[in-house]
């Protein structure tokens, strides 16, 4: 597909569950990002990977909060011991990853949203 | 540290009309890039317009235009000749210029809810 896609569209799981979001960037992308949007905190910058540099994880709120990006393409975000304050809607973007003063537009998948119980 | 502020929750307009979105920031940055995305209630994030802060025109995309005011670290969209289609959430963000590296976090806004009226 042309866009960012993310699987799956909504999960609902119970309380101290581990859950696992995908996202699939657009293909030539090698920036990822991931972000989170609740009502009580906006949208809130999580974890971002740029090729093979290590990722910035300055965003995720708790060591439960974990991600990977195998192959430079997808990537999964994982929740570990899911608590209810974790019900959000996780948004995934992708970018070229362009450098040296170009404008990096970030393009946005629909989103996963969790619902923990 | 940046902070971005949306300072109208919602905002209604009847269709045709024109409406604008207040958006102000806080940076100590000279080099950076400011958005208005869009986000309809089927959840997709659309980017609406982008501007670079080192070019003093204002960026036009269609029916929508910014009023960039640098010095005064505002921001703001005007979306004209409104349609239904423009009933959405808008979010006004800012990203850092990193000069080396690739790409950088955006900051967001709180949103504001627009509601265009038949």
């Known amino acids: 597909g042309a866009g960012v896609s993310q699987s799956p569209s909504n999960k609902v799981t119970e309380k101290g569950k581990d859950v696992e979001l995908r996202c699939d960037p657009i293909s030539g992308h090698t920036a990822l990002y991931w972000y989170r949007q609740s009502l009580g905190q906006g949208l809130e910058f999580l974890i971002y990977f740029q090729g093979n540099s290590a990722p910035d994880k300055s965003g995720l709120p708790s060591d439960r909060f974990s991600a990977e990006r195998t192959g430079g393409s997808v990537s999964t975000l994982t929740i570990q011991r899911t608590q209810q304050e974790d019900s959000a809607v996780y948004l995934c973007?992708?970018?070229?990853?362009?450098?040296?003063?170009?404008?990096?537009?970030?393009?946005f998948g629909p989103g996963t949203r969790l619902t923990v119980l | 540290a940046q902070t971005v502020t949306q300072s109208q929750p919602e905002m209604s307009v009847q269709e045709a009309e024109t409406v604008t979105l207040s958006c102000t920031y806080d940076t100590s940055e000279n080099n950076y890039y400011l958005f208005w995305y869009k986000q309809p209630p089927s959840r997709q994030m659309i980017l609406v317009i982008r501007?670079?802060?080192?070019?003093?025109q204002n960026a036009t995309e269609n029916r929508f235009s910014v009023n960039f005011q640098k010095a005064a670290k505002s921001f703001s969209l005007k979306i004209s000749d409104s349609q239904l289609g423009d009933t959405a959430m808008y979010f006004c963000a800012f990203m850092k210029h990193v000069r080396e590296a690739a790409g950088n976090k955006l900051t967001f806004g709180g949103g504001t809810r627009v509601l265009v009226k038949p």
């Open positions: 973007a992708s970018s070229l990853g362009l450098a040296g003063g170009s404008t990096d537009t970030q393009y």
């Open positions: 501007q670079e802060a080192y070019k003093q």
